[in-house]
């Protein structure tokens, strides 16, 4: 069994930061990309960021200089620093991994539970 396990959200001023948190668990051959999507209510999911396990990003432009994804391979965890948040960042934010289980297994994707983030004032 894989769990995706996402931490770090909540309510913050327009302006503000947070930063989330997601460790991948379980029997994990190889972590290929991860990531971070976003649902605001009534919209559909949507990217926000993306890295592979070398190190490359791809972003939203929506969200382009104000967030920084990274990953500690070490720890099967994936980061997105968000700075300058704005009321429209709001929405439930889902973690995102694509793995191999075992080395003959094809690779799948995984999803976290979802962390609110809330921008208001």
């Known amino acids: 069994q894989v769990q995706l396990v996402e931490s770090g959200g909540g309510l913050v001023q327009p302006g503000g930061s947070l930063r989330l948190s997601c460790a991948a668990s379980g029997i994990i051959f190889r972590l290929n990309a991860m990531g971070w999507y976003r649902q605001a209510p009534g919209k559909q999911r949507e990217l926000v960021a993306t890295i592979t396990s070398g190190g490359s990003t791809n972003y939203a432009d929506s969200v382009k200089g104000r967030f920084t994804v990274s990953r500690d391979n070490a720890k099967n965890t994936v980061y997105l620093q968000m700075n300058s948040l704005k009321p429209e960042d709001t929405a439930v934010y889902y973690c995102?991994?694509?793995?191999?289980?075992?080395?003959?297994?094809?690779?799948?994707?995984?999803w976290g539970q979802g962390t609110q983030v809330t921008v208001s004032s």
């Open positions: 995102n991994a694509g793995l191999r289980r075992t080395p003959w297994a094809s690779e799948y994707d995984y």
